[in-house]
């Protein structure tokens, strides 16, 4: 198994200001995955981050927007850059550990 | 406290045959239900969502799902199993709380299931 976490848990920020959110695992994972869920909205894939190589982002997102680093196989971090009211969202990770999918608790974000 | 059982960690079925993926959920306020599907290496795929509309929710490739608030269940069906539905799949809630559109997301601890040819 694997226990995600991640922090932080909730914050709220100004608008174009940016926000880190990291993922910290208890063991060693080639596969991370970044979402995001608005208001109202499912879950939606902003990348994948495979330690030692670039994040593969999904269409609509950006790099420029939403970096992405994995420094090593435990360890992720997604930023959010300048933010809009529109980021406001549920942040969250998850990892592939023994071929089962386990969750960060996420992060809530409210830009205002 | 919130929470998300799902009561099978591995269904087993034959092509063709029904298939039932059962999930219990406890929450305070009005959920949003959410069942995903995932591949191997894959991201989640969502199959169907329930917001507080129609109680029997159809999603893609032939699944859906019915919310019974008395039973605080929202059971995953399909008549009829593919080989190709051989997934691992996972009941999600989103509990906004008392006036909050946002709230935490609860998930499952997965059912992998297993179609027979």
């Known amino acids: 198994s694997a226990v995600i976490s991640q922090k932080p848990s909730r914050d709220i920020c100004q608008r174009g200001t940016s926000l880190t959110i990291q993922c910290q695992v208890d063991?060693?994972?080639?596969?991370m995955f970044w979402y995001r869920q608005q208001p109202g909205q499912s879950l939606t894939l902003i990348a994948t981050?495979?330690?030692?190589?670039?994040?593969?982002?999904e269409s609509g997102f950006v790099i420029d927007k939403f970096p992405i680093s994995r420094p090593n196989l435990t360890f992720s971090t997604l930023t959010v850059s300048n933010m809009s009211p529109e980021d406001s969202s549920i942040y969250l990770c998850?990892?592939?550990?023994?071929?089962?999918?386990?969750f960060g608790s996420g992060t809530q974000l409210s830009v205002l | 406290a919130q929470s998300v059982t799902q009561l099978d960690s591995h269904v087993s079925v034959s092509e063709g045959t029904p298939v039932l993926l059962r999930c219990n959920y406890s929450?305070?306020?009005?959920?949003?239900l959410f069942w995903y599907v995932q591949h191997p290496n894959k991201g989640l795929q969502l199959l169907l969502k329930?917001?507080?509309?129609?109680?029997l929710v159809k999603g893609i490739n032939g699944f859906e799902a019915e919310f019974k608030k008395s039973e605080t269940s929202f059971h995953l069906t399909k008549p009829s199993a593919h080989m190709s539905d051989a997934a691992e799949y996972f009941c999600?809630?989103?509990?906004?709380?008392?006036?909050?559109?946002?709230?935490?997301?609860?998930f499952g601890r997965g059912t992998q299931l297993t179609v027979w040819p």
């Open positions: 329930y917001t507080s509309a129609a109680t």
């Open positions: 063991s060693q994972v080639t596969m």
């Open positions: 929450s305070s306020y009005s959920p949003s």
């Open positions: 999600v809630v989103s509990d906004p709380g008392r006036g909050s559109t946002l709230g935490r997301l609860y």
């Open positions: 981050a495979n330690q030692g190589s670039e994040a593969t982002y």
């Open positions: 998850s990892v592939v550990a023994s071929e089962k999918l386990f």
